[in-house]
């Protein structure tokens, strides 16, 4: 089993979200523990070799992450809006 931890300012917009979507977003969180790599998720390498993962919550937002298989343990870096993260992308690109 993985062990999660969450970016503080990633929870604090997380405890913003109305509350059916946070209850999605946590069961996608806690769904990592099991497998931190779901069929759905990407692996990108973003510029400067800097490696996430990234998971589509429905078509809401985006959840980007790390996972450390040696320590079990995954590391929420940010959850956004799905429009927040093609500005991201664009950004990388």
Same mark, same amino acid.
């Given at each position: 089993m993985f062990s999660i931890s969450?970016?503080? +300012?990633?929870r604090e917009f997380l405890d913003k979200l109305p509350e059916k979507v946070? $209850?999605?977003? $946590?069961?996608?969180?806690l769904a990592f523990r099991e497998d931190?790599?779901? $069929?759905d998720s990407e692996f990108l390498t973003l510029p400067g070799g800097y490696t996430v993962y990234r998971l589509h919550i429905g078509r809401v937002?985006?959840?980007?992450?790390?996972?450390n298989t040696?320590? +079990?343990?995954?590391m929420i870096l940010k959850i956004m809006t799905i429009e927040q993260?093609? +500005?991201?992308? $664009?950004r990388w690109g």
């Open positions: 969450i970016h503080e +300012k990633t946070q $209850r999605a977003t $946590r069961e996608h969180l931190p790599f779901p $069929r937002l985006t959840i980007f992450y790390q996972v040696e320590e +079990k343990s995954v993260a093609h +500005k991201e992308y $664009r």
